[in-house]
């Protein structure tokens, strides 16, 4: 199976989480490198943030 990409799989943790910090972890235990500069941006943390469970 292929590993998604670094923002695609974000999205799909935002659905299970309450914030950033959640997904971040997430996807440097995932094996994920340079998270912080994928999901640094302001845009990319207001999406992020509409899909969150709570």
Do not use: C
């Amino acid at each position: 199976m292929q590993t998604p990409h670094i923002i695609e799989r974000a999205f799909q943790l935002a659905r299970e989480s309450n914030n950033l910090e959640d997904i971040r972890k997430a996807l440097r235990q995932e094996g994920y490198s340079n998270v912080d500069a994928h999901l640094g941006g302001a845009s990319i943390k207001a999406q992020l943030k509409k899909q969150f469970v709570g």
